[in-house]
Nanobody, 120 residues
Framework: QVQLVESGGGLVQAGGSLRLSCAASGSTFAINVMRWYRQAPGKEREVVADINSGGGTNYVDSVKGRFTISRDNAKRTVYLQMNSLKPEDTAVYYC??????????????WGQGTQVTVSS
């Protein structure tokens, strides 16, 4: 069974940095686009960044220049390096990926979420 497991969240002061990781486990034949979403209290979930299997990336405007998404295909892991954090970055961050499992069809998976809190 495929799972996405996130780590790296926590409490940090404004201006600080955190690095989130999300590793896929189970039987994964291929992994296409990997994404990071976030959901702040009272707000809708939004995509923060995504990266395709070739390394192409996209970012929401509010994090451009501060966050960097990357992936290690051999480790089946996606990262989100977050620098110059702001209180408005406070949210639960979710990993999301399109994965082909042993059944040879694509399925979209979510991680369990990790809390990021930025204090002012």
């Amino acid at each position: 069974q495929v799972q996405l497991v996130e780590s790296g969240g926590g409490l940090v002061q404004a201006g600080g940095s955190l690095r989130l990781s999300c590793a896929a486990s189970g039987s994964t034949f291929a992994i296409n686009v990997m994404r990071w979403y976030r959901q702040a209290p009272g707000k809708e979930r939004e995509v923060v960044a995504d990266i395709n299997s070739g390394g192409g990336t996209n970012y929401v405007d509010s994090v451009k220049g501060r966050f960097t998404i990357s992936r290690d295909n051999a480790k089946r892991t996606v990262y989100l390096q977050m620098n110059s954090l702001k209180p408005e970055d406070t949210a639960v961050y979710y990993c999301n990926a399109d994965i082909m499992g042993s059944g040879r069809y694509w399925t979209n998976y979510w991680g369990q979420g990790t809390q990021v809190t930025v204090s002012s």
